[in-house]
C-alpha cells in the first residue's frame, strides 16, 4: 500500500505477538480495505480482551489522524517479530509539529516483521 488520503481504521490480529495487521482508508471519495497482512494467528474475539488473543479493529473519527506510530520488536517461536504497537492520533497525549501518516508499508510472514509509515504535510 502506497500513501493514503485519510486512515479510517486499523485491524490489528494479536495473541502472544502482533500476528496481522490490515487497513481501511479514503481515496478521493472511496473506502478501500487492505489485505491482511501477517498471518492468521490472533483470535477473531467479538469484543477484544487484551490479555487474551485478539482481532482488535481501530475506528478514526474524520477529523483524527495518525501522527505517531512506535513498537517494540520481539521473538516468537524463534521468529522475529513485532511484540507491540503503539498508534498516536492529533486527538492523543503527545504532540507532534508537523505532517501525518498517510499509509504503511512492510514485511510480513507468520508474523508481521516490520511496519514503516508514509508521512505527508498537514
Known amino acids: 500500500m502506497g500513501p493514503a488520503g485519510h486512515i479510517k481504521s486499523i485491524k490489528i490480529g494479536a495473541g502472544g505477538v502482533i500476528d496481522s495487521v490490515a487497513f481501511a482508508y479514503v481515496f478521493e471519495g472511496t473506502t478501500y480495505e487492505t489485505l491482511r497482512h ?33 513498537g517494540c520488536i520481539g521473538e516468537y517461536d524463534g521468529t522475529p517479530c513485532i511484540s507491540q504497537l503503539t498508534f498516536t492520533t492529533n486527538m492523543g497525549t503527545l504532540p507532534v509539529d508537523e505532517g501525518k501518516i498517510a499509509g504503511f508499508y512492510g514485511r510480513a510472514g507468520t508474523y508481521l516483521i516490520a511496519i514503516g509509515a508514509y508521512l505527508k504535510p498537514n
Open 38 to 70: 501477517g498471518g492468521s494467528g490472533g483470535g477473531l474475539n467479538a469484543a477484544c480482551n487484551v490479555l487474551l488473543p485478539s482481532k482488535l479493529q481501530i475506528k478514526f473519527f474524520d477529523e483524527e489522524y495518525l501522527n505517531a506510530i512506535s
